[in-house]
């Protein structure tokens, strides 16, 4: 059983452009959420994919977006970049957005990428 | 809304020192709660969870019970180790969407 792979695993880029990152979910899992882990922080919940639909967000503003594809892997990406947006950007998979009532399911999470932009 | 507030560090203790990392959480009706540990440059491990109350996670020698009286997680540990020492998050999630995390909690053990 494979787990949470994200690529890159570092990335410069500057203001104003554009960046993807990709995420490929554990064997067997069908949910992909994005978290972004600001230096000394907590990670804070971007979106959650469920069967290549968005099935949550957070608080981040439109020009954070996302994908989901058939295999359930998924990317993020993040237009206009700004300086803030350099943060450690966290994967996780899981299994079971779409039970009812589902509740509690554990969400393993990839290595990250850590983006910079300068 | 849903919030966690863990022990503000950096912690530091000598091995084999008995460890608490205290939590509380805020919540509606039942969240399960969850530890995650993150070593450095890395992503997140799982530790351990529990889905109610009084259930008590394990793993590795760290425990946390759910006590939903006093809403809280507190992570321990009888003997610390130096490979122990990380950044220590607790979290709940309700639904099976977005996990709150706390702030972290840095924990160095010295030999």
């Known amino acids: 059983e494979t787990g949470v792979t994200q690529s890159p695993t570092h990335l410069i880029k500057t203001r104003g452009q554009q960046v993807t990152l990709r995420c490929s979910s554990q064997?067997?899992?069908?949910?992909v959420s994005w978290y972004q882990q600001a230096l000394g922080q907590g990670p804070q919940f971007i979106f959650q994919?469920?069967?290549?639909?968005?099935?949550g967000r957070g608080n981040f503003p439109p020009r954070f977006s996302g994908l989901q594809f058939p295999n359930y892997s998924s990317e993020l990406n993040v237009n206009a970049l700004e300086l803030d947006d350099s943060a450690l950007y966290l994967c996780?998979?899981?299994?079971?957005?779409?039970?009812?009532?589902?509740?509690?399911?554990?969400?393993?999470f990839g290595p990250g990428t850590r983006l910079l932009v300068l | 809304g849903n919030s966690v507030t863990q022990m503000e560090g950096p912690v530091t203790l000598s091995e084999e020192a008995f460890l608490t990392i205290n939590c509380t959480y805020t919540?509606?009706?039942?969240?399960?709660l969850f530890w995650y540990v993150q070593y450095p440059g890395e992503g997140l491990q799982l530790l351990l969870k529990?889905?109610?109350?009084?259930d008590k996670g394990s793993n590795k020698g760290f425990e946390a019970t759910y006590r939903k009286e006093t809403t809280s997680f507190h992570l321990e540990k009888g003997s610390v180790q130096v490979s122990d020492s990380a950044v220590y998050f607790c979290?709940?999630?309700?639904?099976?969407?977005?996990?709150?995390f706390g702030q972290g909690t840095r924990l160095t053990i010295n030999p």
């Open positions: 996780a998979s899981s299994l079971g957005a779409g039970l009812a009532g589902g509740r509690g399911e554990t969400q393993y």
């Open positions: 064997s067997g899992h069908n949910t």
């Open positions: 994919y469920y069967r290549e639909e968005e099935n």
């Open positions: 919540a509606t009706g039942y969240p399960s």
């Open positions: 529990a889905t109610k109350a009084d």
């Open positions: 979290a709940l999630i309700q639904g099976a969407q977005k996990l709150v």
